[in-house]
């Protein structure tokens, strides 16, 4: 009890001398350094890492290291469970803040951005080849289908218009492509945000925990209805036209897609094939790999909400759409593909 | 720890008590977070989430306001550009929240730190940023999708029975993945190899066997207790544990009965008034007898070992 309010000084020396058991005098020699890691530990916890001197965070591993030595001693050599507890406590406390995530926000952002996003696109290997052979096999398969029989148009197609249907003139077509300046960009690009392309990116990879197989399906058909409405243009002869609109904010759009269709048969394909690990440990892996390219995949569209609400409406000629799209697309497959800085390394 | 049958109604806490081994090879106790405790951090934050995008929106606004910018639909340029902002950060609001705070020195969101939880790594490892990070996306999934499922089927005016029937049981899967385990972890903490545990602090009590009383000396009497290794030798461990949380509470008639039995058993009689002085003696050379034996590789659990 004396010890609690004295140093090391003589004063412990003295109650170390006078206890009576070896386990109390193991305590008391070692009792100032639990004191000072538990400081320590409290102002981590109060968010008060500022106050902290620099010799007392540099003092902290070995200090927790301290502790759990002691509390390995302390399970084998005493029978005070009041010592006992609290040194689990402490030693727990201590382990949060040793072993607690290392990086901020900010860091984890930056080094997502210059490495770490592409590094773990690159994870994904043939998954993104799957994704991409599904997605043009889903557009071919509604080209198909529609080219067969266009009552296939109003089941592939979800959105309600009555401009965009079969045997539409070439002129009302037209109109859908250009000339619509004068529309609201804004609510362009809130509508896209919390519109269709996101939920499907989300969904397409939340499905991958299915066994990666309503994630295909869910990729089939969202680009069947993008062949279906290349069948509808061409039919007209403004494929290219229809291109260029689409390519703008598509070549982003549809990669987004992309990247989380492979994400999610990422997870399936672990699930399926776990290979030496169990099932559950194979999904969580793939899936923490996976969740670093979503974080990607929700940043690319924002980006091309940004491209379809304001891009589309202030670039009229299809060129120059077509140019900002293979620029976009361009930029994309070097950053993922071209760009790997030395330094950066995916984890989990 | 023992393994607790699949099936029961209530966890006590001893039921939530986890081990793990911490990179240093000792094993560490942890407590699984109580599910009511979770669900009630996440409504906290989320009316926080709600609170704080509401007020960051009304001061935005505000300020637009005050320098006269119309930011209104058709409005101009840097009006528009402000609204865009503004609503790129509030779709981006909610994963931010989850994320700064969970990964801040902290590892826990207000919601949580309120109700004493935080996260952490299942194996005892260090706790990584891609762990946050994938257990907060999949909170998205979990919550998120089937509400907005619900809504856009509502708005767009679609059969909203079959996205509403499909919405409620995505919904309800998730919701009742954290009872379907023992450890109460949701979707996301099983991708991301977490768990939510208590994050409880306590006090060092003072040591027992160090006061004058546990000398043997007793103030009342002026005797000194001291016994036999036959009189010391009846008890084990878990007995020692039960007479130092009795001391430690140090309630009268629990010293008394207490001080009687162990009298009875040991055929002594410790006099009236001086229990706690007897106890603390007792308590003292019995742990003393009970830890040379540990010393030594001999355990005795219990009174019957």
């Known amino acids: 009890m004396i010890a609690r309010w004295f140093g090391k000084g003589a004063a412990q020396d003295a109650a170390v001398e006078a206890a009576a058991l070896r386990s109390d005098r193991f305590r008391q020699a070692r009792e100032s350094d639990w004191q000072r890691l538990d400081a320590i530990v409290t102002a981590v916890e109060r968010g008060r890492l500022r106050k902290l001197s620099d010799e007392d965070l540099l003092a902290l591993p070995a200090l927790y290291r301290t502790a759990v030595s002691s509390l390995a001693i302390a399970r084998e050599t005493s029978l005070d469970a009041a010592l006992i507890a609290y040194l689990e406590g402490l030693a727990r406390r201590a382990w949060f803040a040793v072993y607690g995530p290392r990086e901020g926000l900010g860091a984890w952002l930056r080094r997502f951005l210059l490495g770490g996003w592409s590094a773990a696109v690159r994870a994904l290997g043939i998954d993104l080849l799957i994704a991409l052979a599904v997605m043009v ?13 266009p009552d296939w148009y109003y089941s592939l197609m979800v959105m309600g218009d009555d401009v965009r249907v079969p045997g539409a003139s070439r002129d009302a077509l037209m109109h859908t492509l250009f000339g619509q300046q004068n529309q609201n960009g ?47 243009y061409h039919g007209q002869g403004l494929t290219l036209e229809l291109v260029g609109w689409l390519a703008i904010h598509g070549t982003t759009e549809l990669f987004a897609i992309l990247l989380a269709g492979a994400a999610g048969i990422h997870i399936g394909r672990a699930m399926v094939f776990p290979g030496e690990a169990p099932v559950l440990v194979a999904a969580a892996a793939a899936g923490r790999r996976a969740a670093q390219v979503m974080v990607g995949v929700v940043l690319m569209l924002v980006m091309a909400a940004l491209l ?23 930029l994309w497959n070097a950053y993922f593909f071209a760009y790997r800085p030395a330094r950066a390394r995916v984890s989990g | 720890m023992a393994r607790q049958p699949r099936l029961r109604r209530r966890p006590s806490p001893d039921q939530r008590k986890r081990q793990v081994v911490t990179p240093e090879g000792v094993p560490l106790p942890f407590t699984i977070g109580a599910r009511g405790a979770r669900v009630l951090a996440l409504v906290l934050d989320q009316v ?37 902002v503004w609503i790129i950060s509030m779709f981006l609001f909610r994963h931010i929240w989850f994320l700064y705070f969970e990964l801040g020195p902290r590892g826990a969101t207000p919601g949580k730190r309120v109700l004493g939880l935080r996260v952490a790594a299942r194996d005892g490892g260090r706790l990584t940023t891609e762990a946050v990070v994938a257990r907060n996306l999949l909170r998205d999934i979990e919550l998120t999708l089937p509400l907005i499922f619900i809504g856009s089927a509502l708005a767009q005016n679609e059969d909203t029975t079959f996205a509403g029937w499909a919405g409620a049981a995505w919904f309800l899967i998730f919701a009742l993945f954290p009872f379907c385990n023992r450890d109460a972890l949701r979707a996301g903490d099983v991708v991301a190899g977490t768990w939510v545990v208590e994050a409880g602090r306590d006090r060092l009590k003072a040591a027992l066997s160090t006061g004058a009383g546990a000398q043997g000396h007793s103030a009342l009497t002026q005797t000194r207790y001291t016994f036999g290794e036959a009189e010391l030798s009846v008890y084990g461990e878990y007995e020692l544990q039960v007479l130092e949380r009795v001391l430690r509470e140090n309630r009268e008639d629990a010293l008394v009965d207490v001080a009687q039995t162990i009298c009875a058993k040991i055929g002594w009689n410790s006099g009236n008034g001086d229990e706690r002085a007897f106890l603390e003696a007792y308590y003292t050379q019995l742990r003393a007898r009970l830890e040379r034996g540990m010393r030594f590789g001999q355990r005795k659990a219990d009174k019957h070992s």
């Open chain 1, 137 to 149: 096999l889903g557009t071919v398969v509604g080209w198909l289908l529609v080219a067969d029989n």
């Open chain 1, 186 to 232: 804004l609510s362009m690009f809130a509508a896209f945000l919390f519109s269709n392309n996101a939920q499907v990116s989300l969904f397409a990879f939340a499905l991958g925990f299915a066994f990666g197989l309503p994630s295909i399906l869910l990729l089939i058909h969202n680009t069947a209805g993008l062949g279906a409405l290349l069948w509808l």
């Open chain 1, 308 to 330: 379809e609400g304001f891009g589309r409406q202030l670039v009229d000629s299809t060129p120059i759409r077509l140019i900002i799209g293979g620029t976009m697309l361009a």
């Open chain 2, 48 to 84: 926080l989430i709600v609170a704080s995008m509401a007020g960051l929106s009304y001061i935005l606004f505000s300020l637009a306001r005050a320098v006269n910018i119309k930011t209104g639909a058709g409005g101009d340029a840097i009006g528009q550009v402000l609204v865009v």
